[in-house]
């Protein structure tokens, strides 16, 4: 059972440089995020989506965009990298109702 | 804006011996929901408990139990027996009608033999 996969795992960038986070998950999940977890500060929310073709601004959305074409996939896009985007961003997804938060792994990333 | 608060940056606890984690949020909602996850050094994210805010009734997983309190916007985790396996990152989190899953900072528990 694959769950919620996400691709990178670890990515060194220089600042400026450009990628995407992959989000893939194969429960039929309604609801996909992607969050940033840092030290003292908790996972704080980035972007969500409610289903096939929507996004939401979460708390940091500033730098990142995102983009949810499949209702599988929920991918991050960072487009000129900075060092304030050093983190560990984490990808969840979850059924409609009250359902808990299926978590990726983490893709950790680091901005020189 | 919703907003959650966790107190306590560590926390440390004897095997055996119960632990209470502080969580206080605040929201203008009537209706939404409360959970605590757990991050073990592994890093994968685990539900531990979740609670409706229309039940007045505590949730109870096996050791871990929950104090809401809805008119005072806290809700606690007790665990109970502790182990070391207990020792995470625990999480508390809100949902509300507005989809979003906002997060608090976080609790390190570290279970001591």
């Known amino acids: 059972n694959a769950g919620v996969t996400q691709t990178p795992k670890f990515r060194v960038l220089k600042t400026g440089q450009s990628m995407t986070l992959l989000c893939a998950q194969d429960?039929?999940?309604?609801?996909m995020y992607w969050y940033r977890q840092d030290p003292g500060m908790g996972l704080r929310l980035i972007h969500y989506s409610v289903g096939e073709g929507t996004t939401a601004k979460g708390e940091v959305p500033d730098g990142y965009n995102v983009s949810r074409l499949k209702k599988q996939n929920f991918l991050l896009g960072l487009e000129s990298a900075a060092p304030s985007q050093t983190s560990v961003y984490f990808c969840?997804?979850?059924?409609?109702?009250?359902?808990?938060?299926?978590f990726g792994e983490g893709s950790r990333l680091t901005v020189l | 804006a919703q907003t959650v608060t966790q107190s306590q940056p560590e926390m440390s606890v004897q095997e055996a011996e119960t632990v209470t984690l502080s969580c206080t949020y605040d929201t203008s909602e009537n209706n939404y929901y409360l959970f605590w996850y757990k991050q073990p050094p592994s890093r994968q994210m685990i539900l531990v408990i979740r609670q409706e805010a229309y039940k007045q009734q505590n949730a109870t997983e096996n050791r871990f139990s929950v104090n809401f309190q809805k008119a005072a916007k806290s809700f606690s985790l007790k665990i109970s027996d502790s182990q070391l396996g207990d020792t995470a990152m625990y999480f508390c989190?809100?949902?509300?009608?507005?989809?979003?899953?906002?997060f608090g900072t976080g609790t390190r528990l570290k279970v001591l033999a």
């Open positions: 429960m039929n999940h309604e609801y």
């Open positions: 969840a997804s979850r059924p409609g109702g009250t359902g808990e938060l299926f």
């Open positions: 989190a809100f949902m509300a009608g507005t989809y979003k899953y906002i």
